[in-house]
């Protein structure tokens, strides 16, 4: 077996998680409104009427109940184990980031505690389970705002929270710049399409162990449209500020609260124009953790461009609103704490699926291994395999954006940072 779960991607599914979980607290409200109809003072007023309704309350109430049966089976066959479990903490945390006073409720040395609880939880994530530590990284970005600030969520008090899990996770942060140059390094020999996500991860990841920061973009045609299709690294340095990379630490902090100032999100936008991406043209996008955030930022609309389709692998993108004409593969691993630092969910569309599989970690081993790079190009080609409605469909639109098209150029850019 491939150990894959996937959610999402499927048009039947006609409802989202929250639809079912408030037609279940409907329900709910319905069964304690037909018990309050029989009290005993209740019966003084028009007896006929209450004995009658009594006759028929146990059958109402066993209908009742079978829906909201039906409603939680449905709620559990739309999801996965991990996400089910993560969607009963988020409702608490996203409480507090949306209503802060709900914290003087607790007493005041429970509230006081709180921040240095959470520090310590994502300080110590790479010393507890993978699903553990995922799950402390995005409650910590979720309620940190709140209980540092007293406030709602804004884009500072996000690059702080994800500092702060950064931080906890052994990477130092002290400051950085934005801004990069791009320059093209020359063309790749032909390769023709990709004809699996097996084969796409494979590209990404041949972008992300140059020697120096590149971006890989090809172009296909049919003689009248252009499809680009680009490959994004990951965060390739834990360094900031001056003379860093523009895929740095820095960068992946700021793609969570405002990625239109992240250096690698400058730096992509710059080498798709050099490479001739119009805003009319069909733009595909891959990328691996930042360069996933990148790829999902670009599909809500950052520069510009018209893009169809994005597959990430290991990104946090759950924050971002997507288009739902966007296709997006989101793959992540059930133990990797680095797509939870989004802080939420990847949504119930029929245009997004996410696919996960959990990685083997041995006691002692950091949960970050579940991160690596390696590990998700194994999950992408167990994906091709996979037959489940929702993959398959998205994969198939992904793929199907190269049929009839053939590779007429292949280029190579090489980033470097603008001191700043």
Do not use: C
């Not at 990430?312 to 990797?336: F, K, R, Y």
Request: charged share 20%; no cysteine; aromatic share 4%.
């Amino acid at each position: 077996m491939s150990g894959l779960v996937s959610y999402g991607g499927d048009p039947a599914i006609i409802a989202s998680i929250d639809e079912i979980e408030r037609s279940r607290s409907t329900l709910e409200l319905v069964q304690q409104r037909l018990l309050k109809e029989f009290e005993l003072l209740d019966f003084l007023v028009d007896p006929v009427a209450r004995a009658a309704l009594a006759l028929h309350a146990p059958v109402l109430l066993a209908r009742l109940e079978k829906l909201k049966w039906a409603a939680g089976v449905a709620s559990d066959s739309y999801l996965s184990t991990e996400a089910r479990i993560t969607k009963q903490l988020d409702w608490v945390t996203s409480a507090v980031a949306k209503h802060p006073w709900l914290l003087n409720v607790l007493p005041n040395q429970v509230r006081a505690a709180l921040p240095a609880v959470l520090l310590a939880g994502s300080a110590a994530a790479t010393l507890v389970d993978g699903k553990t530590a995922r799950l402390m990284a995005r409650e910590t970005v979720n309620m940190w705002p709140a209980l540092t600030t007293g406030q709602e969520s804004s884009g500072e008090d996000s690059v702080a929270a994800a500092n702060m899990v950064a931080v906890g996770l052994g990477a130092l942060t002290r400051g950085g710049r934005v801004g990069a140059e791009v320059e093209s390094v020359g063309a790749l020999g032909m390769r023709g399409a990709p004809t699996s996500i097996g084969a796409i991860a494979e590209r990404v990841a041949a972008t992300h162990v140059t020697e120096k920061p590149t971006v890989v973009i090809e172009r296909y045609t049919d003689g009248n449209r252009s499809v680009f299709v680009a490959y994004l690294p990951g965060m390739r340095t834990l360094e900031v500020g001056a003379g860093s990379e523009p895929f740095d630490l820095t960068a992946s902090v700021q793609q969570l609260a405002d990625p239109e100032k992240a250096g690698s999100q400058i730096a992509v936008e710059e080498a798709l124009r050099a490479a001739g991406v119009k805003p009319t043209d069909e733009l595909v996008v891959a990328g691996y953790s930042q360069g996933g955030m990148v790829a999902g930022a670009l599909a809500s609309g950052a520069g510009g461009f018209n893009v169809s389709a994005i597959v990430t692998l290991g990104a946090p993108i759950a924050q971002l609103e997507l288009p739902p004409d966007t296709a997006v593969m989101a793959i992540e691993h059930s133990n990797d704490v680095i797509p939870a630092l989004s802080g939420a969910i990847n949504p119930l569309t029929e245009n997004w699926v996410t696919v996960a599989r959990e990685i083997d970690l041995h006691p002692g081993q950091s949960a970050l291994i579940a991160h690596e790079l390696d590990a998700y190009v194994e999950t992408s080609k167990l994906i091709d395999g996979d037959d489940s409605v929702g993959v398959t469909r998205i994969r198939d639109t992904v793929l199907k954006k190269f049929e009839g098209l053939r590779l007429v150029e292949t280029q190579t850019f090489e980033l470097k940072p603008i001191d700043g």
